[in-house]
């Protein structure tokens, strides 16, 4: 498929690399493609990933990929051409936190992908991959088994697709938590991990589901 990333910062990047070598066609994008700091990139994926502007990414993709710090994201999403983001499935990565006395959620009554679902009301928000680091966004490998991947989004027919690609990239243990309300649950997840990860001195870590 061709998969249209909004954004080229680490999260960005990695996931590139990674569905370009599960055999798919990948575009990141920034406010400045043409950045040295872009090359080694491109140098690695080689013809088959690119590194073009927010819109060109958007028109390209027919699956889209949001890794936009939050701070940014609603100013990317919304200078984008709605035309290019009808109908396909947006796949929100992103996380609305603070580390004030901690981390916490900074949007306690509602949540980071139903606001970029809200954004973007003509596309299929799915909301996955946002509670691990990027560090263990690709083939995750633990010797104590198999992290679990949760994702919720309101058409089911786009959840499929995120399921598909989301195996192409080693994620084995996949759970639909619902409407993308539930979205909620994922990013309260993520700080639950990352305040896990900090008191257990574990960084890169992931939560799993353990089954009789």
Not at 27 to 33: L, T, W, Y
Not at 158 to 168: E, Y
Request: with cysteine; glycine share 8%; charged share 20%.
């Amino acid at each position: 498929m061709n998969i249209g990333i909004i954004g080229a910062g680490n999260v960005g990047k990695i996931l590139g690399e990674g569905f370009v070598k599960s055999g798919h066609r990948v575009v990141i994008s920034s406010r400045e493609p043409h950045n040295l700091k872009h090359v080694s990139w491109k140098q690695e994926v080689g013809e088959s990933g690119d590194i073009t502007s927010f819109e060109e990414a958007a028109r390209f993709g027919e699956i889209i990929i949001v890794a936009l710090p939050w701070s940014c994201l609603k100013d990317v999403l919304t200078s984008i051409n709605p035309v290019y983001l009808t109908n396909k499935t947006v796949i929100d990565v992103s996380n609305a936190i603070h580390f004030d006395n901690g981390p916490r959620l900074l949007l306690p009554d509602t949540s980071a992908g139903v606001t970029v679902q809200k954004l973007l009301p003509e596309s299929h928000v799915v909301k996955t991959l946002n509670t691990i680091s990027d560090k263990i966004m690709i083939h995750p490998n633990f010797k104590e088994g198999s992290p679990i991947m949760f994702m919720c989004g309101n058409d089911n027919s786009s959840k499929d697709q995120v399921r598909a690609l989301l195996n192409d990239i080693g994620w084995t243990t996949l759970v639909d938590l619902g409407d993308i309300r539930q979205s909620i649950l994922q990013e309260s997840i993520m700080i639950a991990c990352v305040i896990s990860e900090i008191q257990l001195q574990s960084p890169g870590s992931a939560f799993a589901l353990l089954k009789h």
